[in-house]
Antibody, heavy 116, light 112 residues
Framework: QVQLKETGPGLVQPTQTLSITCTVS????????MQWVRQTPGKGLEWMGF???????EYNSEFKSRLSISRDTSKNQVFLKMNSLKTEDTGVYYC??????????WGQGASVTVSS | DIVMTQGALPNPVPSGESASITCQSS???????????LNWYLQRPGQSPQLLIY???TRASGVSDRFSGSGSGTDFTLKISSVEAEDVGVYYC?????????FGSGTKLEIK
């Protein structure tokens, strides 16, 4: 059974760094790309970036300078880190399994509020 | 970036009636390989998006045959025949012809 679950801090202060972990089960990270998508009140669903099955990454230029995606295949985990947070980054962050642009399984999402 | 524009529904839709959701892309999503790089997702209240349709017209595993996708290179329709209470939510189209992947702003379906 394919499962994905995001865990994050909930509340982050402006200018600080956001760290979210996506833990997966039922499939191997070495066989699928993993995407990160966020949903904000201001912009709706936004693609952030992905990590390939081989471990290389691609990012949306909107976030490129402050976003990092990595993984630990031994723990079946994918990580998102984004620095210099602003209030506009408030939203829900999702990891999703990818089959060449088709996101066929999503996590429940990690709600993040950026506020002092 | 490819812009995805979605139409609105005349909510609420009576239960048992059909509903058609439209989506338009700013660039043709028809690839030279003959496939159209368009997905549809449903986000039920309080849930994450779930895949309904990919390659414009292929239903995802477990999706009811009441859902069907069609279209051309830039104009797409998701049709729901005989809407039911469980179909309530927001429907999103998404292109995957090129990065950055982009989504429509969503179309809300309410049932009467």
């Amino acid at each position: 059974q394919v499962q994905l679950k995001e865990t994050g801090p909930g509340l982050v202060q402006p200018t600080q760094t956001l760290s979210i972990t996506c833990t997966v089960s039922g499939f191997s990270l070495t066989s699928y790309y993993m995407q990160w998508v966020r949903q904000t009140p201001g912009k709706g669903l936004e693609w952030m970036g992905f990590i390939r099955s081989g471990g290389s990454t691609e990012y949306n230029s909107e976030f490129k300078s402050r976003l990092s995606i990595s993984r630990d295949t031994s723990k079946n985990q994918v990580f998102l880190k984004m620095n210099s947070l602003k209030t506009e980054d408030t939203g829900v962050y999702y990891c999703a399994r990818d089959r060449k642009g088709v996101m066929d399984a999503w996590g429940q999402g990690a709600s993040v509020t950026v506020s002092s | 970036d490819i812009v995805m524009t979605q139409g609105a529904l005349p909510n609420p839709v009576p239960s048992g009636e059909s509903a058609s959701i439209t989506c338009q892309s700013s660039k043709s999503l028809l690839h030279s390989n003959g496939k159209t790089y368009l997905n549809w997702y449903l986000q039920r209240p309080g849930q994450s998006p779930q895949l309904l349709i990919y390659w414009m017209s292929t239903r995802a595993s477990g999706v009811s045959d009441r859902f069907s996708g069609s279209g051309s290179g830039t104009d797409f329709t998701l049709k729901i025949s005989s809407v039911e209470a469980e179909d309530v939510g927001v429907y999103y189209c998404q292109q995957f012809l090129e990065y950055p992947l982009t989504f429509g702003s969503g179309t809300k379906l309410e049932i009467k």
